[in-house]
């Protein structure tokens, strides 16, 4: 998910712990549960360098301890560097590296558990496994999940200033309840859209597409409608596109799919997927498609993955170009974004 609703979050985690947490233990809720999406920098070095960087280095379990256990080391000598300025005699013990790893772990992990949730997912055992997690049951940018989070956190603040005005300055509402209710929100909605997703794919599984049986499917959610979810289903020679409703009175009409053919295997399209680029990016890809033109000198193949819309222009879609010559030699090899002007 985008950084944003990663802090959200982390805020909403120091509100609701903030009468266990040491000195300094909102801002490390904050930092290690948005200091993942550092690794979004690595485009910079084009589509290849953020392939092989975003979300799986920091993303991972292995690079989410190890940065939990840096964050919180740092915050432990910014506590004995800026020590609190009170009385001698109630100056309070340093903050401890174990609780404060803790606490950073926590940030963490609640990072893993959103970008789990939406459809690029995450290279989880990175790197010992190069496979990628991902239940797909809500979109990178969710405005529903941004919407509660900003509720929860804002609400009781208004409710404060509103009782500060009228006069009422016993009771400050510190949002701790509020906070622990948004969270618990937050895990029913997860649960409710993963239910949907369910639904959905059990749905495309269920049909015939132009007379053709499913041989697998998925559902990918839509960023502001939460009833209605993108197919993508694979037949044996085709891949079939569309709409799903649950949950709603529409129809479902299996036949008002958009085909895509899969090319005939080829020796071109053989070579093509024997590549280092083509084999690194069908790892990424969830349902790969190949097409195959002819130019002047040789073959062009491009490998797109299904699971982005057509015009999806997040950096996440990426694509594989290999070009071939009239021998089947491979003279070029790259990765390209799909928002690409000319790619």
């Known amino acids: 998910m985008e950084p944003v609703t990663h802090a959200l979050t982390s805020l909403a985690i120091a509100r609701a712990a903030q009468k266990r947490l040491p000195r300094f233990g909102a801002a490390m809720l904050v930092v290690s549960g948005v200091a993942a999406d550092l690794d979004f920098a690595s485009c910079s070095g084009g589509p290849e360098a953020f392939l092989r960087f975003h979300r799986t280095v920091l993303h991972s379990l292995p690079g989410s301890t190890l940065m939990a256990c840096a964050i919180a080391l740092l915050f432990c000598v910014a506590d004995r560097k800026f020590p609190r300025k009170v009385p001698q005699a109630a100056s309070p013990l340093p903050l401890s590296f ?195 033109a002819r130019v002047e000198d040789g073959y062009r193949i491009e490998i797109h993955d299904l699971r982005f819309a057509p015009d999806d222009s997040s950096l996440d879609n990426i694509f594989v170009r290999v070009d071939l010559d009239s021998s089947l030699r491979v003279t070029s090899q790259r990765f390209l974004y799909a928002s690409s002007p000319n790619p």
């Open 98 to 292: 174990g609780p404060a790893v803790i606490i950073c772990a926590i940030g963490a992990a609640a990072h893993l558990l959103l970008d789990l949730s939406s459809g690029v997912g995450v290279q989880l055992f990175w790197p010992f496994h190069s496979g990628w997690f991902a239940w797909d049951i809500v979109a990178n940018l969710d405005p529903w999940i941004l919407l509660l989070l900003l509720a929860g956190l804002l609400l009781p603040l208004l409710f404060r200033l509103v009782g500060e005005e009228i006069g009422d300055r016993k009771k400050k509402a510190s949002g701790r309840f509020g906070a622990i209710f948004t969270l618990l929100l937050l895990f029913a909605y997860l649960g409710a859209r993963a239910d949907l997703h369910g639904e959905a794919t059990a749905l495309l599984l269920s049909r015939e597409y132009h007379k053709r049986e499913p041989i697998s499917a998925g559902s990918f959610p839509y960023s502001t409608t939460p009833l209605n979810w993108r197919g993508v289903v694979m037949t044996d020679n085709t891949a079939e596109l569309l709409d799903v409703p649950v949950g709603t009175r529409d129809e479902f009409d299996s036949d008002q799919s958009v085909t895509r053919y899969k090319p005939d295997d080829s020796p071109a399209l053989e070579k093509a997927q024997a590549t280092a680029a083509a084999e690194r990016f069908l790892k990424y890809a969830r349902y790969p498609i190949a097409n195959l």
